[in-house]
């Protein structure tokens, strides 16, 4: 019997059992700034934000959510209308092209209150109220779910306060599809 690929196997009774070894091929985890490929993001809701402890006379916000990939380009989802929980259910592309690879290896998330006139500060009526920094998947064609845990500066310090849910998944893509980014 030929051992070359078959590894040698004690039974209970005794005998001795000759079992193919299986190889396993190693998984690749792709480089995006080697390759074309992009990310495809999903913003589906928040909850936790603006505690109603913090807030009880407020019955409703408008909020949005800013993320990006590089310092190149930001993305925003629509003006939603909720309190406490925020739902966006929008879906986005970014490309990852050429890219650093050290810059291009997390998304950065904001999520921000706009148009509110009760906030001291910027004249803009634009608060962040959550941000996040989540790796991207290294795998591609494998959509990760994710609840992502928000922090926010509060009075000079970093206080966790609410969640994001996302979703994230690497593709590849050819010439043509680029042409529609």
Known sequence: MDMKNKEEVKLENGLIRAVPIK??????????????????????????????????EVQWRNYRTVFWVNSL????TGE??????????????????DLDT???NILNLE????????DPGPSSGVVVVGRARVPLPEVPRIKQVERVGLVRFVEGKIVSEGHIVIAMKLVEVNE????VF
């Open 80 to 97: 939603v209308v909720g309190y406490p929980n925020i739902e966006w259910n929008e879906e986005f592309g970014i490309r990852l092209i």
């Open 111 to 118: 999520v921000v209150r706009v148009r509110s006139s009760v």
């Open 23 to 56: 190889k396993f091929k190693k998984l690749e985890v792709p480089n995006p700034a080697a390759r074309n490929h992009a990310l495809q993001v999903a913003i589906y809701n928040a909850e936790g934000i603006d505690p109603l402890s913090s807030y009880p």
């Open 73 to 76: 380009g930001h993305y925003v």
């Open 176 to 179: 043509q599809w680029l042409q």
């Open 102 to 104: 050290s810059e291009s």
